[in-house]
């Protein structure tokens, strides 16, 4: 097993990695029992979303605190009542689902999600005049139904996102998932946040600000997956790895059914290509770490 | 459409073709690009879009006390819970 502070990339949780491996045996104990509980909690309508119907299996203890799962048509989230925001949304996409969701645009309305308690959930107020927009993690460019559509614009399913990043690069990345789906008819997303360091920024008292952002894809076509990672914050650079490196630095199983073989080796993910390519001289690079903020 | 008043909530969205317009209480964000083609649907995503931008320029010229530059609410930092 590699390290994350292996020297090909850049690992985002130094600190809580070098705590994991203190605490293996305790870790494997709690993703046992956690992926017994949220199996248990888990309505059926929520397995289509996620690889085998396997939900994405939180590790690191500190994040697995006051969690609940939603299942909505679209996606599933599993959103935290300490950041108030997701900390993974989950979709399958297929050619067809794309093909609907581009026939479909409309308008629509941000919204606080009802089925949370108010004191974990998010509020639009929390995001006034926060300079931050309310990144979607699985994106309404996804969503086929109206319905769906509506489901994705709740809070639940938001980040505070820089707008840099939000819509430029990741509208970019977000574009790359749906043309793989279209290319090879069926793939399966995991979209979150990644809460690096050992300080945070907060919107208005409550809303965390997550550092990285990461989109990890399993393609069962090809039978290969990796994940694109990006700051939280203006700039063009972002990062691919395996989903062994990542699952090691976000502290949760992404696919917990994808045998380790596959999560060992990274998938070729193409350049993102933000609107069409549009975009003047800044073009999206590929890099091996980002430099610290 | 001519539901979207600028500037006065922060719940709406808008699809003009590939481009997204928010509406929020400091600022209306848009991005995305658009197709104007010269045909019926370049002329309806054009009018959409005239629509939300001569909204955005008649509020800010009627506002007698635009700043210079629109204030932030500051944000704190706290110790990372997840870490």
Redesign the interface.
Known sequence: MKECDDARFFCF?N??NMKLTKLHSLVGLTALLLATGCTAKQPSSCTNHFWEGQAPVIT?P??A?KTAMLCFEGYAVMHSG??RTPLWSAEHLTAQRIEDAQQL???????AEEQLPTADRAE??D?????F?RGHMAP?GDMPTSNAQYES?SLANMIPQH?KNN??LW?GIEETARNMAREDKDIYVVTGPI???????????RV??PTFVFKAIYDPVRKQAAAYVTPNAPGMAYQTLSIAELEKCV?MNVFPKLPAEIKAVKMNLPAPRP??G?GGKNKPVEVDSFERQ | ?S??TPYQN?????????MTV?N???RI?V???VELTRDQSGLQHARALKEVIDAVVAVLEQDKNLPAQ????P?????????
């Open positions: 949780f600190a809580l690191n500190n994040l605190k300490i950041s645009k409309r308008v629509n309305s941000f919204h639009l107020v995001y006034v005049r926060s300079g927009d309404n614009f707008p819509q430029i509208e809460f690096e360091g050992s300080n945070l920024e907060r919107l208005n008292g965390l600000v502290g609107h069409g549009r | 459409m539901s979207f922060e719940e709406q969205s808008l699809a003009i073709d590939d928010e929020r209480l400091d964000t991005y995305g690009s629109v204030e932030l609410k944000t704190d930092q706290v110790k990372n819970p997840f870490a």
